[in-house]
């Protein structure tokens, strides 16, 4: 019965590709995707970008393990050249306070991963090319997992639409929804209507729109488990020469301060970013935290603030000084759908009549998880997560920590803050 259900999903990022794969490999014969975007991948998404981190590092162990299932179906050929296995260099302080990086250790050691352990600034040093011009890793430890590297973001995603369009799934662009289809006071949904006046009817909707999930149902009851915040990225152009010897590198990954950069891509750009709580931009009269990107703002949307561009570029200097004198030839704010734990959402609204699935707040870390996220979801559709499970990505639950892989507070996003061209040189 559950294979004959009239499945719409809204939003074509990591968990509404993946959900729909998922679930026409299951059997089910009507699933649709919809999306606000008029192409795909969409240009503001957050799924849609030059790469994200591969990594098996994680202090949960239920992370750790689903990320292995997922590097070892990333390295099959299904996912063509997607997935780059450079290696994670993951670092911290000896003398931190934040024990993140040696419970990840650990779980990586426990997967009998390719691990080494980097207790030395020369130690440090070694894991890269010679030619390379690297930092004096001052007051850091850390360890290489050479079981990791970084995916080509918006490769995954269009080889994911292709594969649910050759099962004979529905993908429907430049469809913004504006509302939930309900009845009386019940929240059992039987569709959606969009911008231009279309419903979709469908026996069951998930909801798998990212950071826009909060902005674009303000009325729907999801409590305050999750928040839009933007993140703050930045690019560098390396010349052919400089690209052929920093291709060479890992991806690395600090914990203690949040700075994460790239090798360089097939185009000798560099990419790096701070993991950190990030921005929200609240507006309307609820002040609900909403993406602020190039779609809905052209002239200023990928422009970060000019504290974060300095503080992009001091953490460049502290890993490769030569490049740190580069201009930025790009800045983006990319926004995630951040829960308080860090802990995902996927289930069944409360209060919906299991006519109503969410399944976002990626929290900045779910694309990795895109060839195993579906399963999860589908799981859900299904009531197959285990009791644990079904309680760590309860909507309505209850948070126990919160998310230690960050460090510091939202801070509402002042716009005459921004920076400028000259600020990027």
Same mark, same amino acid.
């Given at each position: ?9 809204v #939003? ?18 009507d ?10 991948? @969409?240009?503001? =998404? @957050? ?44 670092? /911290?302080?000896p ?11 650990l779980?990586d ?7 080494e ?24 430890? /850390?360890y290489?997992?050479?079981?990791? !590297?970084?995916?080509?973001? #918006?490769? !995954? ?44 009817e ?22 305050? &488990?999750?928040?839009?915040? !933007?993140?703050?990225? @930045? ?9 052929? &010897? ?23 750009l ?30 200023? =949307? ?12 001091? /953490? ?25 734990? #860090? ?17 976002? @707040? ?18 859900? &559709? ?13 909507? $309505? ?18 716009? $005459? ?9």
């Amino acid at each position: 019965m559950a294979q004959q259900r009239k499945t719409l999903i809204v #939003g074509s990022g990591c968990f509404g590709l993946s959900t729909a794969l998922e679930l026409l490999k299951r059997g089910y014969q009507d699933v649709t995707v919809i999306d606000r975007a008029k192409t795909l991948p @969409a240009p503001d =998404g @957050a799924s849609n970008d030059l790469n994200r981190v591969v990594r098996t590092s994680y202090a949960d162990v239920f992370y750790s393990k689903l990320a292995k299932d997922a590097i070892d179906l990333w390295k099959t050929d299904e996912w063509l050249d997607t997935y780059h296995e450079c290696g994670v260099l993951v670092l /911290g302080s000896p003398d931190s306070t934040v024990d993140y990086k040696d419970q990840a250790y650990l779980h990586d050691l426990a997967m009998n991963l390719r691990i080494e352990p980097l207790e030395s600034q020369s130690a440090l040093r070694k894991v890269f090319p010679p030619e390379a011009i690297v930092g004096s890793f001052a007051y850091h430890t /850390g360890y290489l997992n050479r079981d990791g !590297g970084w995916a080509n973001a #918006g490769q !995954g995603i269009s080889i994911l639409m292709s594969k649910v369009t050759a099962l004979n799934g529905k993908i429907i662009t430049g469809k913004g929804v504006t509302e939930l289809i309900q009845h009386g006071q019940s929240l059992k949904t039987t569709g959606v209507r969009c911008s231009d006046g279309t419903d979709f009817e469908a026996d069951l909707v998930v909801l798998a729109t990212g950071s826009w999930t909060s902005s674009a149902f303000p009325d729907l009851p999801m409590g305050n &488990i999750f928040r839009a915040t !933007g993140h703050c990225l @930045a690019m560098i152009q390396l010349t052919p020469e400089e690209g052929d &010897i920093y291709r060479q590198c890992p991806v690395i990954l600090d914990f203690e301060s949040g700075f994460y950069i790239f090798p360089p891509n097939e185009q000798n750009l560099v990419k790096m970013a701070i993991h950190t709580a990030g921005y929200s931009h609240s507006i309307g009269p609820q002040k609900i935290s909403t993406p602020r990107t190039a779609t809905s703002d052209p002239e200023t =949307g990928l422009r970060i603030p000019r504290a974060n561009v300095k503080q992009l570029r001091d /953490g460049l200097r502290t890993v490769y000084p030569t490049l740190a004198e580069k201009p930025f030839v790009a800045t983006r704010l990319c926004w995630y759908n951040d829960s308080l734990d #860090g802990d995902w959402v996927i289930g069944y609204h409360p209060q919906s009549e299991n006519s109503l699935v969410i399944a976002t @707040a990626g929290s900045g870390h779910a694309y990795k998880f895109l060839p195993v996220l579906g399963r999860l979801v589908a799981d859900a &559709i299904e009531s197959k997560l285990s009791p644990a499970l079904v309680a760590k990505f309860a909507l $309505d639950r209850t948070p126990t920590h919160v998310d230690e892989s960050r460090h510091d507070e939202v801070q509402e996003l002042d716009l $005459d803050q921004l920076c400028t061209s000259d600020d990027l040189q």
